[in-house]
């Protein structure tokens, strides 16, 4: 495997962190914090367990067990983030930890095995569970912002009616080699 999986990997995930930061950007201080039931979570509550997460598997990622005993799970689904700032610094500190060890891999890492919970996982194996894992979150984080945008929604990707447009001028192009995300992060960049 080359560095195309690590960098596939980094974009994917930077693609996911994206889609959270454009979702909170589109949503009122006092939704984020909104829950349905006791057996929902808000915006804020899938926040700190992303961020509790995060911290425990890419902290010492080669080194020790990805389920750290500084880690309290049960906690991060209380519902006690009190400030779009609170929840801001956490889903940052946990991007933070993710990148500086996705960033600090190299292919010669990828077949090395590492733990989750005493389990054995091959890097990249490790990698993709967490790859599965947080899209499944963030998409509820849309969901949730998509339901609480006041203003109309600002679609994270093709809007609706215009999947015609779009693929029209994908198909208008010659054959190239890119990642899926790369004209979404552009957006972001620029």
Not at 115 to 122: A, D, K, M, V
Request: negative net charge; contains cysteine; charged residues 30%.
């Amino acid at each position: 495997m080359t560095n195309d999986y690590l960098d596939s990997v980094r974009k994917q995930f930077e693609y996911y962190k994206m889609l959270g930061d454009k979702t909170f950007s589109q949503v009122q201080d006092d939704k984020l914090f909104w829950q349905y039931n006791d057996d929902s979570n808000s915006i804020a509550t899938i926040v700190k367990h992303l961020w509790g997460n995060m911290l425990s598997r890419w902290t010492d990622f080669l080194t020790s067990d990805g389920e750290k005993e500084f880690r309290n799970r049960d906690a991060e689904f209380e519902n006690d983030i009190k400030s779009r700032e609170e929840l801001l610094d956490k889903w940052n500190e946990g991007w933070t930890c993710l990148f500086n060890a996705i960033n600090s891999l190299t292919t010669d890492d990828l077949d090395k095995t590492i733990y989750i919970r005493n389990q054995g996982h091959t890097v990249t194996e490790a990698i993709n569970r967490q790859l599965a894992h947080y899209p499944y979150h963030i998409g509820q984080i849309v969901f949730l912002g998509k339901m609480f945008a006041e203003n109309g929604w600002t679609s994270l990707s093709i809007p609706k009616g215009n999947s015609q447009a779009y693929n029209k001028d994908k198909f208008s192009k010659p054959n190239q080699k890119g990642h899926f995300t790369d004209e979404f992060l552009n957006d972001k960049k620029e």
